[in-house]
């Protein structure tokens, strides 16, 4: 697989991750809508609420698939990844476009993401499943793990 395809693979994957994650969050709200709506408007209250939640659904996720772009996942490779020296950017311009310095270090980027697979950008969920899952330690505040 080339770099490109690589990069386009994050990118995918990571929009298709906050799709589900944005999907998934708001269905709870969703589904109190549309009992809401059925007992207030019977089945036509239902489609309505089913109408309008399902339209509210899309444009969040579409609004937040629209924000992962080449900037997103280049900021998100070089906090991920050190050996990629805060050059990410340069893997998104054109090479025609760079100096021979930057070319020279797009090609040293290239064979590292070549040589070793990049980590991937989507980001964790919010809510519990993105704390972390260390130990108590880790969970302390910095003023109570200083009084040890």
Do not use: K, Y
Not at 23 to 35: E, G, H, N, R, T
Not at 99 to 123: F, G, H, M, T, Y
Request: glycine fraction near 6%; proline fraction near 4%; include cysteine.
């Amino acid at each position: 697989m080339t770099v490109d395809a690589r990069l386009h693979a994050l990118g995918r994957n990571a929009r298709m991750r906050h799709a589900a994650i944005v999907s998934l969050q708001a269905l709870p709200l969703a589904a109190v809508a549309i009992v809401l709506g059925a007992r207030i408007g019977t089945w036509i209250g239902a489609l309505v609420a089913a109408a309008v939640a399902g339209a509210s659904i899309a444009w969040a996720v579409r609004r937040g698939m629209r924000a992962i772009d080449d900037a997103w996942i280049a900021r998100r490779l070089d906090n991920a990844e050190a050996r990629l020296e805060d050059s990410a950017d340069l893997l998104f311009r054109d090479p025609a476009t760079l100096s021979p310095l930057q070319r020279l270090q797009r090609a040293r980027l290239d064979r590292r993401i070549e040589s070793a697979p990049v980590a991937d950008v989507a980001s964790p969920g919010r809510g519990r499943g993105s704390r972390s899952c260390g130990s108590s330690e880790s969970r302390q505040s910095p003023r109570s793990q200083s009084r040890r």
